[in-house]
């Protein structure tokens, strides 16, 4: 089966533009063609593509996709390098979800004492102003 951009767009929710840029890029390797000169892709492209749309959520940059891709191109003997960049991210986006855990039990926090000030609970304070009582 093969693919036209707007399909691959609808099925991986990427924009037109950030799937050209892709193509573009040279993220997407092989990149057939169609007899009106149009990007097509078969069901190979479409599983890299949506590996790529993964890599970028994982922070990835483009330098550093290509230098992911270029290893997968040249085969098996580079996975225990591929395995290395992705547990280096893993650790970088379990890092990101500590930070965004401890922001968000902040925030849960502070609406329970808002909440306690708006029942009557706590007396209000602040530490950036003066409160006279």
């Not at 767009?9 to 890029?25: P, R, S």
């Not at 040279?26 to 993964?54: M, Q, T």
Request: aromatic share 10%; net charge neutral.
């Amino acid at each position: 089966m093969t693919y036209s951009m707007k399909d691959i767009c609808l099925e991986t929710g990427l924009t037109y533009e950030a799937l050209k840029f892709y193509c573009n890029q040279g993220l997407v390797p092989n990149v057939k063609r169609n007899k009106n000169n149009y990007r097509i892709f078969d069901e190979h492209d479409l599983a890299w593509i949506k590996s790529l749309d993964c890599l970028k959520k994982c922070g990835m940059s483009i330098q550093e996709m290509k230098e992911y891709l270029a290893l997968c191109l040249q085969g098996q003997n580079t996975i225990p390098e591929r395995k290395t960049i992705l547990a280096h991210k893993k650790e970088q986006l379990l890092s990101t979800m500590d930070e965004l855990q401890n922001a968000v039990d902040y925030i849960d926090w502070k609406q329970g004492f808002y909440d306690d000030i708006l029942s009557g609970k706590t007396k209000y304070f602040s530490s950036l102003i003066k409160i006279n009582e």
